[in-house]
């Protein structure tokens, strides 16, 4: 078990190696992708930065919360699209009949396909989040958090995905769903929790794991609590073998769009 898990690990970072380095033929334009991805994010914090001056909090976020906040978010979505791009247009290979050229490989068929290309401007999410979280008040155990934090996250958005995409080998044109969930993970993700009530805040911590995607590690690095801190790494795990179950269950009803084509 150890050594496959190993195995797949080892592929994985040699696959991403790879993909980044056939991105950064062009220097210029990879390097102009990430700035301006960064950037882009800067202009969000600008944002609330003007809110913030006019109200103190809002949900309960004043503006280092809300730095936090936006910091994991865009990290754990980077690390996501950076290692998993994939995972974000799954629907598509499958109604497409696009995994063909994965079934044909002696690598599980999911990690094969998701990993399959990378998301050069997620590099500028990335490192955003890293940048941003030092303007919060940086220890070294708040720092080692929002990494971890930052991989559980991007496992939980990866698998949701997965399990969105999925979709598509029971219902016709499950794309516009998956886009649509996968969209409502990525904005929702961004507000305080505070300002969500009654059933929309349980379905952010049941339906749409954001509560464990962000809003449970933001606290936790706040101010720590082990309770929150087990819960998150449980529903990780949890969510990455759901995302497997879901995925090679749908997988049976595969139908081979017949593509003469496959990866080396």
Do not use: C
């Amino acid at each position: 078990m150890l050594t496959a898990v190993k195995n797949q690990g080892s592929l994985l970072l040699t696959t991403v190696k790879y993909n980044i380095m056939r991105e950064m033929t062009n220097r210029t334009a990879f390097i102009m992708n990430v700035l301006f991805m960064m950037l882009n994010n800067s202009t969000f914090i600008i944002q609330w930065m003007v809110i913030l001056h006019l109200k103190k909090e809002i949900g309960g976020y004043g503006i280092r919360e809300i730095m936090t906040l936006w910091a994991l978010s865009a990290s754990a979505y980077g690390f996501a699209h950076i290692f998993f791009h994939r995972a974000f247009s799954l629907s598509e290979l499958i109604t497409e009949g696009k995994l063909d050229a994965f079934l044909v490989q002696p690598k599980n068929v999911l990690v094969s396909a998701i990993t399959s290309t990378t998301s050069i401007s997620a590099i500028g999410d990335l490192a955003y989040g890293f940048v941003l979280i030092f303007f919060t008040g940086i220890s070294l155990r708040k720092f080692l958090l929002f990494t971890l934090f930052t991989i559980t996250g991007g496992f939980i958005f990866t698998a949701f995905a997965v399990i969105a995409g999925s979709l598509s080998f029971w219902i016709v044109r499950g794309d516009y769903i998956a886009g649509n969930l996968t969209g409502i993970m990525v904005n929702f993700s961004t507000y305080p929790d505070g300002i969500f009530k009654g059933a929309v805040k349980v379905m952010l911590f049941t339906i749409i794991p954001i509560g464990f995607y962000n809003y449970l590690p933001v606290k936790t690095m706040i101010a720590f609590q082990l309770p929150y801190l087990l819960g998150i790494l449980f529903v990780a795990m949890f969510i990455v073998l759901l995302a497997f179950l879901v995925f090679h269950k749908g997988l049976k009803r595969y139908s081979s769009g017949n593509l003469m084509s496959a990866r080396i």
